[in-house]
């Protein structure tokens, strides 16, 4: 069973950045067709997929708030997923899960994190 857990700093201000962990065990991050996305809920919203990376190439994809602000990487060594977030806002306030799916089937996560809380406020 993949089991995923995310960490990072919990309160941020405007503009500044934090980066988030996702460590993985259970199985290699760079297990065939595995694919692996951070995603979001902010309070009284709904879900929101955030950004998604696959198993062993660079292809990455970001949501459109994310474009150039946000950076999803992996290290295969440390079998760890990231999310740096530069230039925050008020509106990336939010629990972000980590979580993964099938490269086929890139939005049907089967395994997730328990989350982790990002508060962005001065």
């Known amino acids: 069973q993949v089991q995923l857990q995310e960490s990072g700093p919990g309160l941020v201000k405007p503009s500044q950045t934090l980066s988030l962990t996702c460590t993985v065990s259970g199985a290699s991050i760079t297990t065939n067709y595995y694919y692996w996305s951070w995603i979001r809920q902010a309070p009284g919203k709904g879900l929101e997929w955030v950004s998604s990376?696959?198993?062993?190439?660079?292809?990455?994809k970001y949501t459109d708030s994310a474009k150039g602000r946000f950076t999803i990487s992996r290290d295969n060594a440390k079998n760890t997923l990231y999310l740096q977030m530069n230039s925050l806002k008020p509106e990336d306030t939010a629990v972000y899960y980590c979580?993964?799916?099938?490269?086929?089937?890139?939005?049907?996560?089967?395994?997730w994190g328990q989350g982790t809380q990002v508060t962005v406020s001065s």
């Open positions: 990376i696959d198993n062993d190439s660079d292809n990455r």
């Open positions: 979580a993964k799916s099938w490269y086929w089937a890139p939005r049907e996560y089967d395994q």
